[in-house]
Each structure stands twice: as C-alpha cells, then as structure tokens.
C-alpha cells in the first residue's frame, strides 16, 4: 500500500492479545487462547505486516509489543515478527531504535529475558499494579510481590536497563499508607521509568458487577478527594526520589520517557499490528477488526481488517493537537500550533486560554501553554474545554 514519507520515522505497535487468564478489571482485547491459534495469529501478523512493504522507504522509531501479555507467548514468536519488520521496513540502525515488550511477572524465567536480550529487545514494561498480597488477588493478577522481584532482578542481570514499572492507585479499599508503601517499594528498586494510573471500573468487567454505579461494593471505592490526595503524592514521592513527571501519569529518570508513548502525544505517525490495533498516519485513524477469525483470515487485506478508517479534519486536529500536548508536562508551543494550522492559537482558544489561566489550572510562559500541577490532577476537566463547537 501507497503511505507518505515520515521524516521523524513511524511509531509501530504490535497487540498480542493472549494472556494467561483475564484480570477482574480488565476490558483491553485479551484472552486466553490455544497453541493453535497463537500460531495462526502470527502468522496473520506477518501478512499484515506485508502488506505494508513497500510503502515507501517507512523508517520505525520505536517498535512496542503490547496486550495483552507478549511475555506469556513463546519469544520465538516475537523474534520471528521482528525479523519480518526488518525485511518489511527500513531499520538501519537496529540498536538505536526503542524496542519495547510489555512483561507480565510469572510468565518469564532467566532463559526467556536472555532470548528478549537477543532478539533486540531494549525496555521492558513490567506490569506489578500493587505490592501487597490481598490488592493483587482483588485485581485476579497472575503474580504475587515475589514473582515481580525474581522476574525484575532477572531482568536486571540480563542486562536490562530501561525498565519501567506500572502501579494503579484508587483501588477498592486502599488507603494511602497501602499506595505509598507500594510506591516506596517501587522506588527502591530504581526502575527507569513508572507509571501510575487510577483504576477505572470498566463496562463488562466483574469489577462494574462489584464496584460499579449502584452495585453492592460502590462505597468502597476511594472517593474524590483520597484520589487526589493519590496523585499528589506519586507526583512529590516520585520527584522525591529522582523521577520527573513528563505526562499525567508518567514518570522517569532524566532520558528515560518512553519514546513510544510520547510520540502518541505529539502525533508522529503510528502503525498498529493486530487484532483491534489502532493506526494513525496520512491524516487518517484506522481501526483494525477486534473479530479474530476475520482477522486471521483477512489480515493482508486492509480493505476487510480495517473496520474505522477516519478523517482527521482541521477541527478534529487542533482539538487533538491541544489534548494530547497538554498531557505532557511541558506542555505545547503556540509557535507548534502557528506551523501546522496557519493561525495564532489565540485566534482558536483565546478566550478558553485565558479563562483557564484565571482559574490557575493552565500556564502560559511566553511561547508555551502547559498545564499547572493543580491543572494535571484534574486534567479531565480541563481538557475538555479545548473541543471546539465547529471548524473555523
Ligand atoms: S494481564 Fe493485562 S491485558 Fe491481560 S487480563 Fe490482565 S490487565 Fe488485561
């Protein structure tokens, strides 16, 4: 298929949606599944992949395998994929790109973190979510406290150093002496790089059955104002110990942010291989099918795997422009805005810019418009006021 040159290179995911068992909060595309259909799926991965070579001389930036649980599959699989991309796209300098596997502990041992190590495998996303026992049942996580430190020391003495870790606050039933004794644990252990995110009961999860609107256990959800308190101190435990807030729920050591997801941020292209995976690039967003066996047998023909293709219009993209660079922490450059819509973002925001402002939770510093901490804690609110009614 025909694509524009990018420059700035292309961000390319890669959703392996196997896991050992589904979470009680999970709603991610992701099952358990058989050795066959593994085997069929990355097959079908390849073909995909296909049928994008060609399309022009597409150098990837970062490559990030997601789920899902990419750990729980065998890593010849990963390898395999890996050595198709570089058949299928330009990747010169293999060692300079940010190569990314998503890890789930209890589903590695030394042999598996040597062969990642290998295979050009570069930072690891571990996900731990709580160190104590009774949250990590309550989540249904595979692991205990114990199996994340074997797989993180193991990882460390194969020579990984880019690992980031991921905790979730606003649990049902915690405290904030439980969250901070999970933070505090995390930091001595000196990831790169953490994220921390609250807990969203999602539709159709047994969470929603538990804890959702009107069901038995709503009450035992933190309330507003214990989230808050939450995120205020991941923010100063964090910086206390090194890590630096770049977006709303992302930290890391000075160089360590995950090129990958900053590049959502900043809306650099992005392919999505897989099942349900999203694409942005020539202006467009692509939805590929969340049906497996459609999948499976129509993965090389973009015409049936993508189920969404849309427009991103002049509207669409300044809103976007606006709510995805606001998440980082240094926020957007009105001279950015300038370049790439042909108009002074004042003329399209003024007036929320300066209401905003009035009310502390936006900062503009000569060229820059960014968020205020008070402004990042309740980000939702805030962004939402950068939809625009309609195109001007
Ligand atoms: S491991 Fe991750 S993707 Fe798999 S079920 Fe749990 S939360 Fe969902």
């Known amino acids: 298929m025909k694509m524009q040159n990018n420059p700035e290179g292309l961000g390319i995911y890669v959703h392996i949606p196997?896991?050992?068992?589904?979470?009680?909060?999970?709603?991610?595309?992701?099952?358990?599944?058989?050795?066959?259909?593994?085997?069929?799926?990355?097959?079908?991965?390849?073909?995909?992949?296909?049928?994008?070579?060609?399309?022009?001389?597409?150098?990837?930036?970062t490559i990030y395998f997601g789920g899902g649980t990419p750990s729980s599959v065998e890593p010849e699989y990963i390898e395999d994929i890996l050595c198709h991309m570089k058949k299928c796209f330009s990747i010169d300098i293999w060692k300079q790109l940010e190569v990314t596997l998503e890890v789930n502990p209890k589903t590695v041992d030394s042999k598996k973190w040597k062969q990642y190590k290998q295979m050009g495998i570069n930072r690891i996303s571990m996900g731990l979510q709580s160190t104590h026992e009774e949250e990590l049942k309550l989540l249904g996580r595979i692991h205990d406290y114990d199996d994340f430190l074997e797989s993180f020391y193991e990882a460390r003495e194969a020579g990984f150093d880019n690992i980031s870790v991921d905790v979730m606050a606003a649990l049902p039933g915690q405290s904030l002496e439980k969250y901070k004794e999970t933070l505090e644990r995390v930091v001595l252990l000196q990831p790169e790089h953490i994220s921390s995110y609250s807990l969203i009961v999602e539709e159709g999860t047994p969470f929603e059955k538990l804890y959702g609107e009107g069901a038995p256990k709503e009450h035992m959800l933190p309330d507003e104002e214990l989230d808050r308190k939450m995120y205020q101190l991941t923010q100063k435990l964090l910086k206390d110990h090194g890590y630096h807030r770049y977006e709303i729920s992302n930290y890391a050591k000075p160089g360590r942010e995950s090129k990958h997801n900053s590049s959502y941020w900043e809306r650099i292209p992005y392919i999505g291989l897989g099942l349900g995976a999203s694409s942005f690039f020539d202006g467009k967003r692509y939805q590929n099918t969340s049906d497996m066996k459609q999948y499976l047998k129509h993965s090389q023909d973009r015409n049936i795997r993508v189920v969404e293709e849309e427009v991103i219009g002049r509207k669409e993209a300044m809103e976007e422009f606006m709510f995805l660079g606001l998440r980082k922490t240094k926020g957007v450059l009105k001279s950015d805005f300038k370049h790439f819509f042909g108009t002074e973002m004042e003329n399209i925001y003024g007036t929320v810019l300066k209401s905003l402002s009035a009310q502390q939770v936006l900062i503009e510093e000569e060229d820059v418009v960014r968020l205020s901490e008070y402004g990042l804690d309740v980000s939702n609110m805030v962004l939402s006021h950068f939809l625009l009614e309609e195109e001007r």
Request: aromatic share 16%.
């Open 18 to 61: 196997f896991c050992v068992r589904k979470c009680n909060y999970c709603d991610f595309l992701s099952f358990t599944a058989a050795k066959e259909t593994k085997e069929a799926y990355f097959d079908a991965l390849k073909r995909e992949m296909d049928s994008y070579c060609g399309a022009g001389h597409q150098k990837p930036r």
